[in-house]
């Protein structure tokens, strides 16, 4: 799976919402190809995750940043022509496969998670960008 060109970029504000969902928008796919269109300008080619990630995250909003990773790493894996409205950037494969990735590795990843972490021990403090 493709992750993008680099680290995640937390930069979307926690306020900014989807126009057709009204929900949170928890990640995005800054593909620099996109259908036709090859090295967009102003796209750099790394997954931007929403600022609601950089708190001390309990189980449901760890599970939800690896869900949202899957997500956007399936916009950079999956070929460029489908990344397009006509194709509704893909979601009819992205979303459903997004699920069962996720489905099947969640619970590992929170004990992993927890093992590494336990609850009542402190978190090292999150870098901002």
Not at 22 to 29: E, N, S, T, V
Not at 57 to 63: G, I, K, M, Q, R
Not at 72 to 97: C, M, N, S, W
Request: glycine share 6%.
């Amino acid at each position: 799976m493709n992750f993008g060109k680099g680290p995640p970029v937390t930069d979307i504000s926690e306020d900014d919402v989807d126009p057709i969902t009204k929900q949170p928008i928890l990640g995005r796919a800054h593909l620099q190809h996109q259908g036709d269109r090859r090295n967009i300008t102003g796209r750099d080619g790394k997954i931007h995750l929403s600022r609601i990630y950089m708190g001390d995250l309990n189980d449901h909003w760890a599970s939800r940043l690896l869900e949202t990773t899957i997500h956007e790493g399936l916009h950079f894996t999956r070929p460029a022509k489908f990344q397009v409205e006509e194709y509704k950037f893909d979601h009819d494969y992205i979303v459903p496969e997004t699920m069962r990735r996720h489905e099947s590795i969640k619970n590992e990843f929170l004990q992993q998670r927890n093992n590494m972490c336990p609850r009542g021990v402190p978190r090292p403090p999150v870098q901002r960008a």
